[in-house]
Each structure stands twice: as C-alpha cells, then as structure tokens.
C-alpha cells in the first residue's frame, strides 16, 4: 500500500464547476499536512497547508480527517486556470522533514 | 530574482556517462533536497542537506553522490548513468529542517534527464 494515495483522474469538468479530491495516508504518525499544485511540464508549488480544524484560502477548501487519515481539497467556481495536477503531501513521520508525495490527481477545466 | 535556479534545465547523455546538477537557492534557507519524479508522476525524496550536512537519504543507488558546499549549494552527480534514471530531478529547499507549516518547499524548476 503505498503512504499517500490519490486517485490519478483525470477529472474533467466545466468551468464553474466544483470538484473534490481526496487522499489518503497510511501512517497515523503523520504531523503535516499540504496541497502542491503542478502544472505541466513545471515544478509542484504549495497551494495550501491543511489544519485539523479545516481552511480555506479564496476558491479553495481543504480538510483533514485524522480518524479516517484522508484529506481532502474543494475547488468551488472552476476557472480554465485551475487545470493543473494537485498534489496531496504528508509529512511522514513528525520533525524529519521527510515530506511524501501521492502521485497526484489531474484536473482539467473545460469552458 | 529566482529563488531556486537548477541547471542545466535539459540533460540528454548516453548510458554510462557521468553527469552533474547543480542547484542554488537565494531564500537564505537552511535545508535542501532532491527529489526525482519519474515517468508516472510520482515525486520522491532522494537526499536532503541542512546547513551542509547529510540529514535524510533514502534507498537511492550510490551512483548518485550529493555535494553540498555551502547552505546554498547542493548539487548532484550520477556516475555511471542508466535508462532507468530518465526522469525529471527538482531541487528544493526549505528553512528548517523539518518541512512543516511554517516552512514549505520552494522548488527549483527541474531538470529533465534523458538517458539513451
């Protein structure tokens, strides 16, 4: 089983859409918890941690369920600009900086 | 201006050639890391450095040897190059030497390397 898993998509949807995207993590030990987003071709960049208690940041939601080890990441009002692959990340283990990476899940927004 | 500046940006070499990356960040961070992320997308680290000293590496082969000069330099040097070591490799970098909420990756805009 790998430590983060995600499913690859593609998902695609309309423009205005909302989409929801989850992972889950295998180690219960895990501290942190991020969103990376990559566009093609291009480096991952954050896009947002996510706390227990849930955040948001504008267009996007992201929650974390400690119970059940899965996060999840909510793209309200999908622009064209939104496709890109998102990245679900934990840190491993707490304070080894060892960050592991699921293999992402592509989104793409149609008008 | 950039932050995290790897080079070269493409890498086309023939099997069992030596080659090397380098990686220069300006953030003034602490840590800094390899990672590669092969055909099917998946990221994964490969070394880490904090202030010049080797803090994580992984189960990688010992044909890849990083060198870490100063905190903020680490390069990377693949001897004896396989197929199997196309991918794309990102250098990152980090202020602490836990990546944590307070300190994210930033992310060099990767090197591509194409064994033949």
């Known amino acids: 089983r790998k430590e983060v898993e995600q499913d690859p998509g593609p998902f695609n949807v309309p423009e205005g859409a909302t989409v929801a995207f989850n992972c889950t993590y295998s180690?219960?030990?895990?501290?942190?918890f991020f969103w990376y987003r990559q566009d093609c071709r291009k480096e991952p960049k954050l896009l947002m941690s996510?706390?227990?208690s849930g955040n948001e940041d504008g267009r996007f939601t992201a929650q974390l369920n400690r119970a059940s080890q899965y996060i999840s990441l909510l793209i309200r009002d999908s622009k064209l600009s939104d496709s890109a692959t998102y990245l679900c990340v934990v840190n491993r283990v707490s304070n080894t900086g060892k960050l592991i990476f699921g293999q992402g899940t592509t989104l793409q927004v149609k008008p | 201006d950039t932050a995290v500046s790897q080079t070269p940006k493409y890498l086309v070499t023939q099997m069992g050639n030596d080659k090397s990356i380098k990686c220069e960040q300006n953030l003034g961070h602490d840590t800094m890391y390899w990672y590669k992320q092969d055909s099917k997308k998946f990221l994964k680290i490969m070394f880490s450095y904090n202030n010049k000293e080797l803090i994580i590496n992984e189960t990688v082969p010992n044909r890849f040897s990083p060198k870490s000069p100063d905190k903020a330099h680490l390069n990377l040097h693949i001897n004896s190059l396989e197929l199997g070591d196309s991918a794309v490799y990102f250098c990152a970098s980090s202020h602490g030497a836990v990546s944590s909420y307070n300190s994210p990756l930033h992310f060099g805009n990767g090197t591509r390397l194409t064994v033949t």
């Open positions: 180690n219960s030990a895990s501290q942190s």
């Open positions: 996510v706390y227990s």
